[in-house]
């Protein structure tokens, strides 16, 4: 399936790790997959280049077959009672 949307969530800066994390939701069709993701920045950096960063990651995570770091959601349809 195609990517159709990434989101960051709780994007924060981790002092121990020297860089920063964050859950990015990647959204193909009516599922959405969670990623936690983490990459190495200075507090200073740009957050073009971190969210450019912690996007390319968790893209990588997502092409791989290796699901154990992933969350899974369903999106529910919504069908209003006119259409019943």
């Known amino acids: 399936m195609k990517v159709e949307k990434i989101a960051f969530e709780d994007v924060r800066y981790n002092p121990e790790l020297e860089g ?18 983490t ?6 950096a740009e957050f073009e280049t971190i969210t450019r960063s912690l996007k390319v990651k968790a893209l990588s995570l997502h092409k791989t077959e290796n699901v154990a770091l992933r969350s899974l959601r369903q999106q529910v349809q919504q069908i209003s009672a006119l259409a019943a």
């Open 20 to 37: 920063f994390e964050a859950s990015v939701k990647v959204r193909e069709g009516f599922l959405s997959f969670i990623y936690p993701v």
């Open 39 to 44: 990459v190495r920045a200075p507090l200073n």
